[in-house]
């Protein structure tokens, strides 16, 4: 066992050709969150250590043309705060704030959360259902790659070896599109999400739901869309009977196992509960 | 000479907030802990464990370890000198595993591994890395054994043995009374199986050790040791030396919670046999993974209760089976199931008592001391079945248990009449009833379960008496040195550890009580095998009463010889004179003082001119203690402490988490010796319970632990703790020597019923399985265990679910 060599790049060009020089010998490291814990696990031996933390602006959050653009570096602490995210993506905003501990938070960052690609991942769910894009930068440029097509399984990514996760970006879309999030763990904090449910929806003055996305998180091998819910709250008033459709189709998509932290059954029924939860959060603000 | 109730009954410094002597070095990191220290030359030491949970040990081939890189000795079964087997009651545990021929003793084969944790040989190397290379090159043949798995399934005739001697560790049986003739006069009976989960010490400091060979054969080891005496006299045995040739000290410990105890002495055996054979220094340190599989855990218990409630709704007979999951080794069983047989009908007047509890032998990791020692689990079955009991006599659960508590000359179920001391029980409830407004709240959160709601509100209570100290178990005596210097600083040694948990404080402030010196005077230095007579172990929460009461003793020693100065010195006779805050003067009976100007530094500089003695040794034993092994029947601790504790919280009915919004906790435990350090133990063994009531249990599958650190072993963070208040119901004890009585493990022990007691109140559900997980809560079981506790067939989460949302 022997230790990694480490890098510290000054610029993301400078990351990029350390990178594109020698894709198989350096993993790139931001927080080390999630990084560190994998290989003390023994789940990951890096041959070198590329650090991003030195690059100036990484985690820079702007909006401009309409859009919001998170920089990868972006810490969970700081997008619980920005009053950016908060406005234009409530639910990103609660999620981020959700992580871990104050600790990790202050560590961990948005590109991270999204490179390590656990179906748990609890800034995945909103992202999904703000219709996020991901800039994967290599040394051919960039491409922005839809969020719902960014993680293809439990830790793996359709990012190339030569390719870093430099920013994300939705449209800056105001209050008029309103998104929660509800996740459920084992405990208050540190605690890794059971379950959790984002949504996003515009609703109309008479209380009709349009542009409705749900999408969960740690009930299949990666974050998936509901589209069926999202079929049944689409053009509907919330309540009654509309619910009840709702969380048994949410019940129906989702895929969940049983693991340490919950059983199949109670995963599936608790779609259910934090999908009422989160829509109703949507409904009561859109009245405020 | 003794102390007079002039001590007992004016405190001028017991009882006062004092921040503990050690808590600036722990915030600052000037405290070191043992993995701090290294020695010149040191190796590292480290252990091969056992592959399977069970099996036969037929080849062990080491010679490819000694030789590969930086490796300076490969040892086994064979190369131990003395005993190859440790324990403290029952020698059973081999320190290392070997082959057939390596050795054994009457019904323990050496040539077995029976849990994961089991260690089959041990390398020292001049790196970690490179010693623990080599373990990869060592090679064991093991033949598996059938597993155990479940302590029930152990104790039937068919099953596979884990000690040739049978898997019956112990059976303690208490016959008080007749309960055929008891259960004839029963309006109701409640019969009620209730379970409780194996967990995990979660102290924050892994176990570590460094051992360092001296003259003569001997080694001085220091470590995060608990109980050095023990340790000691584990070592010595194995090396085949006297005990005067074993020092065990211990650096600043990080957490035991009763957890540093076999599993430390272990680890010692296997450094001081790694020192003598390599002539070095030899470090050891567990990695948290190692921790949790190697370190022996809370007994799970299986406890089936039968209880009778006559028309008056007094409990008139108990009949009471309880099995207990002893894992591996015997470890501390015999002792945690006797305190678990003479309390487990609860503090509850009741004619007619039959109890029995066995410990069974299983391949489960072993289980042991930790923090209530047999008491969480039987306080968590009779609270949860009283509270249910009361709510059917139409009584709230406070007011019918004031009716059924023990008071001043009752009886209890080992036919020992408590007197001597105030039971008070009762007005402990009655403080925790008017401080949480319990009645109140109780009917009102009953009366709301009939409409539907998203969050529920429940209140609950429980509470216990305790048995202070070892009771019978065992010889029960301590150690204190004080030593004046001619300064008038202090200097205390005690036999009690202290590993976190503030002994080395309270203790302190016991020497300093009655020399009349403020706290900063005093150090108090960590025990030394060597420099302070075998005090016993530091557990049964008997640190502050057993080594406090020494130390009174030691400073009342020295006192009467200062004040034979002093009198002589102001013309005053001793009997006027009282030392107070560092100054001697005169007092009356009323606790007026009149300071002179003589300091206590001063008239200590002038004892020792005088070659007056400034030091002493301390001496307590406990009050006598009786049992019969047949009946038992008994003074079965010599006296007793009482706590109450209320919890409120809100039930989620959508997801069925439990959030504990808040917690009142009110013990008599005697005097209070410091009242900072009293509050820190009932915060710090609430969080702890609520830990047992509602998240933790250590599972174990066919042998294997489900979690290795504490991403999957959960316990409370500071998010999940709730608001605390807490209050002492102070009656003096004459049991300890300034009053003082026990106060660590009451704090821990009935949190979980309280909570548990609290979700029916909220849902009208009663849990009889512990940790109230969520699932737990929602849907009455647990999806996450594919099998039950113990071996029984996986049941499978994808079975049929029937939740509710909102409407639950
Ligand atoms: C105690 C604890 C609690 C946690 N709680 C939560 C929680 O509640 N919810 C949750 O979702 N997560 C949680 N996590 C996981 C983790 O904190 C988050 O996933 C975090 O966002 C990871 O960010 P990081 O910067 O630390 O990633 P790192 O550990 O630095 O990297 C993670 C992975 O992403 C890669 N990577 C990082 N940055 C980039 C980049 N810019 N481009 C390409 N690849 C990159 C790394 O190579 C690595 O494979 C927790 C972790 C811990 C240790």
């Known amino acids: 066992m022997t230790a990694p060599r480490f890098a510290r790049p000054r610029t993301l060009d400078e990351a990029l050709a350390l990178l594109a020089a020698d894709p198989e010998g350096w993993t790139p490291v931001h927080g080390g969150t999630d990084l560190l814990v994998r290989m003390r696990m023994g789940m990951a031996a890096p041959r070198g250590l590329l650090d991003l933390t030195g690059i100036p602006g990484f985690g820079d959050i702007r909006v401009e043309d309409g859009q919001v653009v998170i920089g990868a570096g972006a810490t969970h602490a700081a997008l619980a705060a920005d009053e950016r995210v908060r406005t234009h993506a409530p639910a990103l905003a609660r999620a981020a704030g959700l992580i871990g501990s104050p600790a990790i938070r202050n560590r961990g960052t948005l590109g991270g959360n999204l490179a390590n690609a656990s179906p748990a991942a609890d800034t995945v769910p909103p992202l999904f259902v703000v219709g996020a894009e991901v800039a994967l930068r290599g040394p051919d440029g960039v491409r922005w790659v839809p969020i719902e097509d960014f993680a293809s399984g439990p830790g793996r990514t359709v990012r190339g070896a030569t390719d870093l996760v430099v920013a994300v970006r939705f449209p800056a879309q105001g209050r008029e599109v309103r998104s929660a999030f509800e996740r459920l763990g084992t405990r208050k904090a540190l605690a890794i999400s059971k379950v959790s449910v984002a949504v996003a929806a515009r609703v109309e003055a008479d209380g009709t739901l349009r542009e409705v996305r749900v999408a969960l998180g740690a009930v299949a091998p990666t974050v998936i869309r509901a589209r069926e819910t999202e079929g049944v709250l689409e053009g509907a008033v919330w309540g009654g009977e509309v619910a009840r459709a709702a969380c048994d189709a949410v019940r129906r998509e989702a895929r969940p196992i049983t693991d340490l932290r919950a059983g199949e059954a109670y995963r599936r029924e608790m779609c259910g509960v934090l999908l009422e939860r989160a829509v109703a959060t949507i409904v009561d603000g859109s009245r405020s | ?808």
């Not at chain 2, 006297?242 to 430390?264: C, E, Q, T, Y």
């Not at chain 2, 102070?730 to 003082?740: H, I, S, T, V």
Request: one cysteine or more; charged letters at 25%; hydrophobic letters at 40%.
């Open chain 2, 1 to 808: 000479m003794m102390i007079g109730e002039k001590d007992k009954d004016r405190p001028w410094l017991l009882g006062r907030p004092e921040p503990r002597v050690d808590g600036l070095g722990k915030v600052t990191g000037e405290a070191r802990f043992t993995d701090d220290l290294d020695e010149v030359g040191q190796v590292w030491g480290v252990v091969l464990r056992a592959a399977h949970p069970h099996a036969r040990i037929v080849s062990l081939d080491v010679e490819e370890a000694r030789l590969a890189p930086g490796v300076v000795a490969v040892l086994t079964a064979r190369d131990i000198p003395g005993n190859p087997f440790v324990g403290g009651v029952v020698q059973d545990q081999p320190v290392l595993a070997g082959t057939a021929g390596a050795g054994g003793g009457a019904g323990h084969d050496l040539d077995r591994v029976r849990m994961l944790g089991d260690g089959v040989a041990l390398v020292a190397a001049e790196t970690e890395a490179q010693a623990r290379d080599a373990l990869g090159l060592i090679r064991v043949g093991y033949e598996p054994l059938p597993v155990v798995t479940d302590p029930r399934e152990a104790l039937r005739p068919e099953s596979p043995l884990v000690h040739d001697r049978g898997n019956l560790v112990v059976h303690h049986g208490v016959r008080h009374g007749d309960p055929a003739v008891g259960f004839e006069y029963a309006h109701r009976v409640y019969e009620r199986a209730y379970a409780t989960p194996r967990i995990e010490h979660a102290y924050l400091e892994p176990e570590c050790v460094i051992a360092r060979p001296v003259e003569g054969g001997g080694v001085e080891v220091v470590g995060s040791i608990q109980n050095l005496f023990s340790t000691r006299r584990a070592v010595a045995s194995v090396l085949g030396v006297p005990l005067n040739r074993v020092r065990i000290r211990h650096a600043v410990l990080g957490g035991s919670f009763g957890g540093k105890d076999d599993v430390m002495t272990v680890m010692a055996c296997r450094a001081a046999l790694l020192a003598r054979a390599t002539g070095r220094p030899v470090k050891m340190v567990n990695t948290r993974e190692e921790s949790m599989l190697e370190s022996y855990k809370r007994h799970p218990y299986f406890l089936d209760y039968r209880a009778g409630v006559d028309r008056d709704g007094n409990l008139c007979a108990m009949r009471m089976d309880i099995v207990a999951d002893a894992g591996a080794y015997a470890s501390m069983s015999p002792f945690v199931t006797y305190r678990s047989v003479v309390q487990a009908a609860g503090p509850y007047r009741c004619p007619h008592v039959w109890t029995d509890v066995r410990a069974a032998y299983t391949n489960n990791p072993y289980t042991g001391a930790m923090r209530g020692f047999g008491s969480p689990q039987v306080n968590f079955a009779i609270e949860c079945l009283v509270d249910e009991i009361a709510e059917d006599q139409g009584l709230d659960p406070l007011t019918y248990r004031r009716r059924i508590v023990f008071r001043d000359g009752d009886v209890t179920p080992t036919g020992q009449r408590l007197a001597g001391h105030r039971v008070s029980l009762d007005e402990v409830l009655a403080r925790i009833g008017d401080a949480s407004g319990f009645v109140d709240k109780w009917w009102r959160y009953r009366a709301a379960r009939e409409a539907p709601a998203a969050f529920r509100r429940g209140i609950g209570v429980a509470c216990s008496y305790r048995g202070v100290s070892l009771g019978a178990e065992g010889v029960d005596a301590a150690a204190t040195f004080v030593q004046v210097q001619p300064d008038g600083s202090v200097i205390v040694s005690s036999g009690v550890t202290d590993m976190g948990q503030g002994a080395q404080t309270a203790v302190a402030q016991c020497a300093a009580e009655v020399l009349g010196v403020p706290l900063d005077r005093v150090v108090f230095l960590n025990t030394d095998t060597s420099r302070i007579p075998d005090s016993g172990p530091t557990v049964a929460s008997r640190g502050t009463i057993m080594g406090g009461s020494a130390a009174a003793d030691a400073a009342a020693q020295v006192r009467a010889r200062m004040l034979e100065v002093a009198a002589d010195l102001l013309g005053q006779p001793v009997k006027n004179l009282v030392i107070r805050e560092g100054l001697v003067g005169t007092g009356g009976a009323e606790g007026s003082f009149v300071p002179s100007r003589l300091t206590f530094a001063d008239l200590a500089g002038e004892c020792f001119r005088r070659g007056v003695a400034l030091a002493a040794l301390g001496w307590f034993r406990a009050p006598p203690t009786s049992w019969h092994e047949e009946t038992g029947q008994g003074i079965a601790y010599f006296t007793y402490v009482y706590g109450a504790n209320v919890a409120e919280v809100v039930v989620d009915s959508g997801t069925g988490r439990v959030r504990v919004e808040e917690f009142w906790s009110v013990h008599d435990c005697g005097r209070v010796v410091n009242r900072l350090g009293a509050e820190g133990q009932v915060h710090g063994g609430v969080a702890m319970g609520l830990g047992y009531g509602l998240l933790e249990e250590f599972e174990v599958e066919q042998g294997v632990p489900k979690a290795s650190n504490f991403d999957e072993y959960l316990i409370p963070t500071a998010m999940d703790v709730p608001r605390m208040h807490v209050e002492f119901v102070e009656n003096p004890d004459p049991a300890g020597r300034l009053g003082q009585k026990s106060l660590g493990e009451p704090t821990n022990e009935i949190a979980a019923p309280a909570v548990v007691n609290a979700i029916a109140n909220a849902t009208g559900r009663r849990i009889r399985e512990i940790p109230a997980t969520l699932e737990q809560v929602l849907i009455g079981r647990r999806l996450t265990r594919s099998g039950l506790r113990g071996s029984e067939v996986a049941r499978g989460g994808e079975a049929s679910c029937k939740v509710r949302g909102e409407e639950g």
